[in-house]
């Protein structure tokens, strides 16, 4: 008999979250998930308006459409499909952080990080690897803290990179 896709979710969820709980790694991807709740954007804004000036119009619109659009969709999934998340549906999973919302999937911090990711790879390339580096590891950090699984993971990152994709063509092509 095949595994189902909610199995093999569930079997990668918990190999994740088990690996070396008795480390520095709790903190370390608590740290991680606490530099994606958006404190830090504000910087790349400022950079941008001192070193590409000339920019900071079309990234400010991208930004605003990018972010009108992935909340929008985002309260949308999430109450329509209203997974319950690891911590309250296994007894044995503890969430090491609260999260804002009861539902599970997509995961926000990781739609959120990969749109940034994705739009300001776009207006400055030289930050992709880093940036998507660094959303990677939010997207491990909230498997690893007790708040999603996998799929949560991967719907958050086709809906982060989806929405960076379609605010930039859309002032490219109506804005700007």
Not at 157 to 164: N, P, V
Request: include cysteine; hydrophobic fraction near 50%.
């Amino acid at each position: 008999m095949r595994p189902k896709v909610s199995d093999i979710d569930l079997k990668i969820f918990r190999a994740i979250y088990n690996f070396h709980r008795e480390s520095f790694l709790p903190i370390f991807f608590r740290i991680i998930s606490f530099m994606a709740d958006g404190y830090f954007y504000l910087f790349y804004f400022l950079y941008i308006y001192f070193k590409y000036p000339h920019l900071l119009k079309q990234v400010l619109w991208t930004a605003l459409i990018a972010f009108v659009i992935i909340f929008s969709g985002y309260f949308i999934i999430k109450n329509t499909i209203r997974r319950i998340r690891p911590f309250n549906a296994h007894f044995d999973v503890e969430n090491l952080v609260y999260p804002l919302d009861e539902f599970s999937f997509p995961s926000g911090h990781t739609s959120v990080v990969f749109l940034v990711a994705t739009f300001i790879s776009y207006f400055t390339p030289f930050l992709a690897i880093p940036l998507f580096t660094f959303a990677f590891l939010v997207g491990i950090s909230r498997i690893y803290l007790g708040v999603h699984y996998p799929s949560d993971i991967l719907g958050g990152i086709l809906h982060g990179c989806g929405t960076g994709i379609i605010s930039i063509i859309i002032v490219k092509l109506f804005i700007l």
